[in-house]
C-alpha cells in the first residue's frame, strides 16, 4: 500500500477519537473515512482524477476532527495545514501539497466553496456520499449522544440534503435514487 504511513496514522488517531467519544473502537474508521477513501478512489476514476492526489486528500481530509472535535467548525483548515507539515517533512512536491491542501479544504458540506479541480470535486462527493451510505450510524451517532428521535431525526435529514446538495451534479445523478429513498424514509 503506497500510503500506509498515513492510512495508520489516521486508523490510529481514529481509534483514539472512538475511545474519547465512548465509541465501539473502529467506527470512525469503518463508517466514515474508509468509505471516503474508497468512494473518492471510484469517483476518480470515473472523472479521470489523479489518483495520489486524491487519495492523500481523502486520507486526511478529518485529520483535525479527529484530533480535537472541538475543531469542528475549521477542521477543512487545520487539516490542510496538518497534512502540509507531514508531507512536507515526507518531500512531496509543494505543487503536490498546495492540491492536497486545496482538496482538504474544500471537502465541506456546510462551506460551499467553488471546486476548481476534479481531484476536489472527488474527495468532496466522497465526503457527501459516506453520509448517504452509512444513514443508520449517523442516526445511532446522534442518538448515542442522547438526542430525542425527532432532532436526530432532523440532524441527519439535514445532514443528508446539505451532502446531496454539495455534490456535483454528475455524482448527484449517480446517487439520485439513493438520496430520493433516504428522504422518504426521513420524516
Known sequence: ???????D?????AERFDMSQNCKVGQTWE???????????????????DKDIVEVSAIFHDY????????????????????????????YPQDFIDRVKTCIINHRASVVKEKFSIEEICVADADAISHLDNVVELICWRAYLGEEIMDCNNFVKNKIKKSYAKMSK????LYKE?????????F
Open 1 to 7: 500500500m503506497k500510503y500506509k504511513k498515513y492510512y
Open 178 to 186: 439513493k438520496y430520493n429513498s433516504i428522504m422518504s424514509i426521513l
Open 64 to 91: 483535525a476532527d479527529l484530533l480535537d472535535f472541538a475543531n469542528r467548525d475549521n477542521h477543512h483548515i487545520m487539516g490542510a495545514e496538518l497534512a502540509e507539515g507531514i508531507l512536507k517533512s515526507d518531500g
Open 31 to 49: 463508517h466514515h473515512i474508509q468509505p471516503v477513501i474508497k468512494a473518492s478512489l471510484m469517483l476518480a476514476d470515473k472523472y479521470g482524477a
Open 9 to 13: 496514522l489516521i486508523k490510529k488517531q
Open 170 to 173: 454528475e455524482t448527484q445523478e
